[in-house]
């Protein structure tokens, strides 16, 4: 499990760190280069959801569906945004 550092009272993450076979992983408050999805969410508003006005709730997961079916489609593409060969996870 990974754990953004940002603190919120409303977390839980202290009920998991007791079970043997979860590990935690902590990130930083803000770290976007440890944390791809915030770079697929920057491709996703590039190239499908920015400057548009949605007709509704329905327009909106219609579009994000599109966006997301495309960003998935290209394997190379999400290989790379998602990928950190400089990153080692270890056991600690």
């Given at each position: 499990?990974?754990?953004?550092?940002?603190?919120?009272?409303?977390?839980?993450a202290?009920?998991?760190?007791?079970?043997?076979?979860?590990s935690?992983?902590?990130?930083?408050?803000?770290?976007?280069e440890?944390?791809?999805?915030e770079?697929?969410?920057?491709w996703?508003?590039?190239?499908?959801?920015?400057?548009?006005?949605f007709?509704?709730?329905?327009d909106?997961?219609?579009?994000?569906?599109?966006?997301?079916?495309?960003?998935?489609?290209?394997?190379?593409?999400?290989?790379?945004?998602?990928s950190?060969?400089?990153?080692e996870?270890?056991k600690?």
């Amino acid at each position: 499990m990974v754990r953004a550092g940002a603190p919120a009272g409303w977390h839980q993450a202290s009920l998991v760190e007791d079970i043997s076979n979860v590990s935690i992983l902590k990130l930083p408050p803000y770290s976007p280069e440890l944390n791809p999805i915030e770079q697929v969410w920057s491709w996703l508003r590039q190239h499908h959801l920015a400057i548009r006005c949605f007709s509704g709730y329905d327009d909106i997961v219609d579009a994000s569906s599109i966006a997301w079916i495309d960003f998935v489609s290209d394997v190379k593409r999400v290989t790379k945004m998602c990928s950190r060969d400089w990153l080692e996870v270890r056991k600690t």
